[in-house]
């Protein structure tokens, strides 16, 4: 096999619950990711080497040397299964870069997905699970894909039920937020130490997404990091609120941001807020998707 085509989705967290700083240096999470439909696409050649390109609208964000995740993905897999294979990765981009939608987690999911297709190491799910927790808190997720439940930092999930499909419009700002810098601006901003507390997942968002029911869904979505989001970025604060009064049945930062995520009644709704959305906050672009949709699958 000379080539292999992964396509990997962003996520949404429709609920991001922070909790007690642990002595690694993380906190302790409840974190209800949910996979949507823009995606990126990973193709991985045969090569003597592990090298990276990227293409797309947040190309020029992407780091293509020894820092980009889908390289240490790559490589990560090579030393697990004890082989010296090479490949050239290409990404070619959708997922907005430092936009709080797990886009490099996604490329390096797609990387070992792809990698372990093209060298024949027939690995299975579980090794590459937990390759991907060490990678990222957000890579085991972009494997799996649909609606989970992820707790410790992230990476420990359990998959959700849900029924239907959400409609969203996502409004992408110009540049990114730095997921530590937005924690440590979390940790800044309360006034207790969130120490001696355990989060828990939100019994009505649950409900609302085992339902298929939006407008429920849309009262729960909640973010704990969304005020340290708007502290480092005022502006996000003028993007939610145009949404709202634009009709999304709710309204949230995706993640650690910049990224703001409203969701909506239906696919035309959508649409409609997409268009409307530019003339009234100050982003660089919008995307439609719906979820939930599959983790890293070979096209």
Not at 175 to 198: H, I, K, N, Q
Not at 236 to 250: H, K, S
Not at 265 to 286: G, K, N
């Amino acid at each position: 096999m000379s080539s292999v085509t992964v396509r990997v989705p962003a996520k949404v967290n429709v609920q991001l619950s922070v909790g007690p700083l642990r002595e690694d240096g993380y906190h302790d999470l409840v974190n209800v990711f949910h996979a949507v439909s823009i995606f990126d696409d990973v193709v991985a050649r045969e090569s003597d080497s592990i090298t990276v390109a990227v293409t797309g609208d947040w190309a020029d964000l992407v780091p293509v040397d020894d820092t980009n995740l889908a390289v240490q993905a790559a490589r990560a897999l090579a030393k697990h299964a004890g082989v010296c294979y090479g490949a050239d990765l290409v990404i070619h981009k959708a997922i907005p870069v430092a936009g709080g939608m797990a886009g490099g987690s996604a490329d390096a999911a797609a990387a070992l997905v792809a990698c372990n297709e093209l060298w024949g190491l027939r690995l299975p799910a579980e090794d590459l699970m937990r390759l991907a927790a060490d990678l990222g808190s957000d890579v085991p997720f972009s494997l799996m894909g649909g609606t989970a439940l992820g707790t410790g930092r992230g990476e420990l999930l359990t998959e959700l039920p849900t029924t239907g499909t959400f409609h969203w419009t996502f409004a992408m700002a110009d540049g990114g937020l730095s997921t530590p810098s937005v924690y440590a601006e979390c940790d800044r901003l309360r006034a207790t130490p969130s120490r001696g507390f355990w989060p828990e997942a939100d019994a009505g968002l649950l409900a609302a997404l085992r339902d298929g029911d939006p407008h429920a869904l849309g009262r729960c979505l909640s973010n704990d990091l969304q005020p340290a989001a708007l502290s480092l970025r005022p502006a996000l604060a003028v993007t939610l609120e145009a949404g709202r009064r634009l009709g999304a049945l709710g309204a949230i930062v995706s993640g650690s941001g910049p990224t703001c995520a409203f969701l909506v009644e239906d696919a035309a709704h959508a649409a409609r807020l997409a268009q409307a959305l530019p003339e009234r906050a100050p982003i660089r672009a919008t995307a439609t998707a719906h979820g939930p949709t599959p983790g890293a699958t070979i096209l």
